[in-house]
């Protein structure tokens, strides 16, 4: 993908969340389907910590040369307490995390795009990424994340 659609793009996504976030049923939002598996906002929590990172690195890497960065990996205790969040409170969260995440990407030049941030992911092994790949991985994580909340991931098409 280009990268001067992705800040559009991301925005364009968490319209969709909120409008799941604020269709969905209480219930469904929570239920874990089963262990390994989130709930829906879980997810949407999921996304909007995400979310805030990517502009964190995205700020350090047009700020410093090659910043190094560990892994994003909520706690046990982090993903469980997102599935207490209001619904509300998430969407409106989501949607300035989005913005502020687009507001960056909008302000970046051209040669900033390929500026390279390190992810130290510990046992995963280190990788480099471009302030374009961090932020297609955004875009890519608020549409795959909502496929996993609505449970349409991995829907069979046929049915």
Same mark, same amino acid.
């Given at each position: 993908?280009?990268?001067? +659609?992705?800040?559009?793009?991301?925005?364009?996504?968490?319209?969709?969340?909120?409008?799941?976030?604020?269709?969905?049923?209480?219930?469904?939002?929570?239920?874990?389907?089963?262990?390994?598996?989130?709930?829906?906002?879980?997810?949407?929590?999921?996304?909007?910590?995400?979310?805030?990172?990517?502009?964190?690195?995205?700020?350090?890497?047009?700020?410093?040369?090659?910043? +190094? +960065?560990?892994?994003? =990996?909520?706690?046990?205790?982090?993903?469980?307490?997102?599935?207490?969040?209001?619904?509300? +409170?998430?969407?409106?969260?989501?949607?300035? =995390?989005?913005?502020?995440?687009?507001?960056?990407?909008?302000?970046?030049?051209?040669?900033?795009?390929?500026?390279?941030?390190? =992810?130290?992911?510990?046992?995963?092994?280190?990788?480099?990424?471009?302030?374009?790949?961090?932020?297609? =991985?955004?875009?890519?994580?608020?549409?795959?994340?909502?496929?996993?909340?609505?449970?349409?991931?991995?829907?069979?098409?046929?049915?």
């Amino acid at each position: 993908m280009d990268p001067e +659609v992705l800040a559009a793009l991301i925005v364009e996504l968490i319209e969709s969340w909120r409008e799941f976030l604020v269709a969905a049923d209480e219930e469904y939002l929570r239920h874990i389907p089963e262990p390994g598996v989130f709930s829906p906002i879980q997810y949407g929590a999921h996304v909007n910590g995400m979310l805030r990172v990517a502009g964190d690195r995205v700020t350090l890497g047009r700020e410093q040369d090659n910043p +190094v +960065v560990p892994i994003f =990996n909520p706690p046990q205790e982090e993903w469980a307490a997102y599935n207490e969040l209001e619904v509300e +409170v998430l969407a409106a969260e989501l949607e300035a =995390n989005a913005r502020r995440l687009a507001d960056m990407l909008d302000s970046l030049d051209d040669s900033e795009w390929s500026r390279t941030v390190i =992810n130290d992911r510990g046992p995963y092994g280190v990788y480099s990424f471009t302030l374009a790949g961090i932020a297609r =991985n955004a875009a890519h994580e608020c549409h795959h994340h909502l496929l996993d909340a609505k449970g349409t991931l991995n829907a069979d098409s046929s049915s």
